[in-house]
C-alpha cells in the first residue's frame, strides 16, 4: 500500500521541483533582462567577444589564385580543378616564369623605386595611372606602399571568371599568351591581349588585374562593379551594365586587397576613352573623377604617346594641373608641355629614338639632355617601356616646385 502511496505521490513530486526549477530559472531571466534593459552601456557580457578572424581567401580570391598558378583555399571549390593535369603543367610552368620575371625585374624595381623615389612613395597614397590597361602588376611595383590606385584604359572591364571558363581547357595557353609580353617586355600587347582573351570568355580587364594582385602577394577581398555618373561619382553598377555599357557611360570596377604585412588597398579601373573628343560625349565625367582624388602622382609607360597629340590635351592639362609628382617614360607627357618653371626634373636610363612605330615623337631636346656630360642621367637597373631592354630605357621624374593643396580641388 505504501509503495503505491509513493507511486501516486512521485509524479506530483517531479512536477513540483519541475515547476520550482522553471520559475527559478525565469527569474534570473527576468533579472538579466531587466539588468540589459535598465542599464545597457553598463552592462558587458561576462566573456570579450571573439575577435573577428584574419579575412580567409574569399570565393574571388580563389578565383584570382586559381588564375595565376597558385592554390586555392582548402575550403575552395576550385580544389578539384587544381588537381588536374591542365592546371598542374600551367601551375609549375607560371612558377618558373613569376620566379624569373621576379628576380630580374621585380627586386631590381623595387630596390631602385626604395632609393630613388622614397620621398615620392611617403607622399603618394594615390597613384593615377592612364593608359594603362590591367596593369596593376607595374605600379605596385613601383609604389608598393599607396593605398589607392586608380587605372584607365580602353579595355573592358571584365567580370570575375564563371566556373565554365575556368574548366575550359584553352584558358591556360590563353593566359600564357596575354602574359608573354607584359613578363618579358613590361608591356601589354593590347589587340593580341584582346584576342587571346576572348577566345576562353575572359571579358576584359579584371581578370588580370586579379591574377596581378595575386602574384603580388595580395589578397583579394573583394569586387565591386562601378560606373561614373554624368557628375564624375562613383556609384553601384551591376554586370550587364559592365558587359554591354552605353556609349555615354564609364564603367569600372573596384577591387579591394589586403597587401601581405600591409594595409588594405583600393584598386579601381575605369574603361575611358580620354581622347578630348569623347571626353565631351561622356561629359568629361573620367577626369571630374581624377579631380576628386586630391594631388596626384601620376605614373605612365608604354602610353603610345597619346599625350604627345593635340587631341590628347585635356587629360595631359588634368595630370599637369592635379600632379605633385609624374613618374613617366618618354611615351608619356612630351617635354614641351612641362613649364620649367614649375618642375624640376631628374632623368634615368638611356634616351634613344622611339621605334619604329612611334619614330615620329623622337624629342630631341631629350637627346640633348641625355648626352649633357655635366649632368648626366642616373642609372636605371632594369627595363621598362617600348624600348624595353635594359641599356636603351629611360625614365623622367617630375617634380613640382609648388606642391599642389588640396584645397584647390574644385
Known amino acids: 500500500m505504501r509503495f503505491l502511496f509513493i507511486r501516486l505521490l512521485l509524479p506530483a513530486l517531479l512536477a513540483a521541483?519541475?515547476?520550482?526549477?522553471?520559475q527559478k530559472s525565469t527569474s534570473a531571466e527576468q533579472q538579466v533582462a531587466q539588468t540589459t534593459s535598465s542599464d545597457t552601456a553598463v552592462a558587458q557580457p561576462a566573456v570579450a567577444p571573439a575577435q573577428p578572424p584574419a579575412p580567409d581567401t574569399s570565393d574571388v580570391h580563389n578565383v584570382a589564385a586559381y588564375l595565376a598558378g597558385l592554390p586555392s583555399s582548402r575550403q575552395s571549390s576550385l580544389r578539384t580543378l587544381e588537381g588536374q593535369p591542365g592546371w598542374q603543367a600551367y601551375?609549375?610552368?607560371?612558377?618558373?616564369s613569376w620566379a624569373t620575371y621576379d628576380s630580374t625585374r621585380t627586386a631590381k624595381i623595387e630596390a631602385w623605386a626604395a632609393t630613388?623615389?622614397?620621398?615620392?612613395?611617403a607622399t603618394s597614397p594615390t597613384i593615377f595611372y592612364p593608359f594603362s590597361g590591367p596593369d596593376f602588376l607595374n605600379v605596385t611595383t613601383m609604389f608598393p606602399t599607396s593605398t589607392t590606385y586608380v587605372l584607365m584604359g580602353l579595355e573592358p572591364v571584365g567580370t570575375v571568371p564563371q566556373r565554365s571558363?575556368?574548366?575550359?581547357?584553352?584558358?591556360?595557353?590563353?593566359?600564357?599568351?596575354?602574359?608573354?609580353?607584359?613578363?618579358?617586355?613590361?608591356?601589354?600587347?593590347?589587340?593580341?591581349m584582346a584576342v587571346d582573351l576572348k577566345s576562353v570568355e575572359l571579358d576584359g580587364a579584371l581578370p588580370l588585374m586579379m591574377l596581378f594582385a595575386a602574384r603580388t602577394n595580395h589578397q583579394v577581398l573583394g569586387v565591386r562593379y562601378i560606373q561614373l555618373s554624368?557628375?564624375?561619382?562613383?556609384?553601384?553598377a551591376?554586370?550587364?551594365?559592365?558587359?554591354?555599357?552605353?556609349?555615354?557611360t564609364i564603367p569600372g570596377v573596384e577591387m579591394r586587397l589586403k597587401a601581405k604585412n600591409g594595409p588594405e588597398k583600393t584598386v579601381l579601373y575605369l574603361s575611358a576613352d580620354l581622347s578630348d573628343w569623347k571626353l565631351g560625349t561622356t561629359k568629361e565625367a573620367a577626369l571630374t573623377y581624377v579631380r576628386t582624388l586630391g594631388p596626384l602622382t601620376t605614373y605612365v609607360k608604354s602610353a603610345t604617346y597619346l599625350m604627345h597629340k593635340a587631341y590628347f590635351s585635356k587629360v595631359r592639362n588634368l595630370i599637369l594641373e592635379r600632379s605633385n609628382y609624374v613618374l613617366q617614360d618618354d611615351s608619356g607627357i612630351a617635354m614641351k608641355y612641362f613649364p620649367a618653371t614649375d618642375w624640376q626634373f631628374t632623368y634615368y636610363g638611356t634616351y634613344k629614338r622611339p621605334i619604329n612605330l612611334f619614330a615620329k615623337h623622337y624629342q630631341p631636346e631629350l637627346t640633348a639632355t641625355y648626352t649633357d656630360k655635366a649632368n648626366p642621367p642616373r642609372p636605371l637597373p632594369f627595363g621598362t617601356g617600348y624600348n624595353w631592354r635594359q641599356n636603351d630605357s629611360n625614365l623622367l621624374l617630375a617634380h613640382r616646385r609648388q606642391p599642389v593643396q588640396a584645397q584647390e580641388v574644385q
Open 17 to 22: 521541483v519541475a515547476a520550482c526549477s522553471d
Open 91 to 96: 601551375a609549375t610552368t607560371s612558377n618558373k
Open 230 to 236: 554624368p557628375q564624375g561619382e562613383l556609384i553601384e
Open 238 to 248: 551591376d554586370s550587364a551594365t559592365i558587359r554591354k555599357p552605353s556609349l555615354k
Open 116 to 121: 630613388e623615389l622614397d620621398s615620392v612613395q
Open 165 to 192: 571558363t575556368l574548366e575550359n581547357p584553352n584558358l591556360f595557353t590563353a593566359l600564357k599568351a596575354s602574359l608573354w609580353s607584359v613578363l618579358n617586355f613590361s608591356f601589354f600587347r593590347t589587340n593580341d
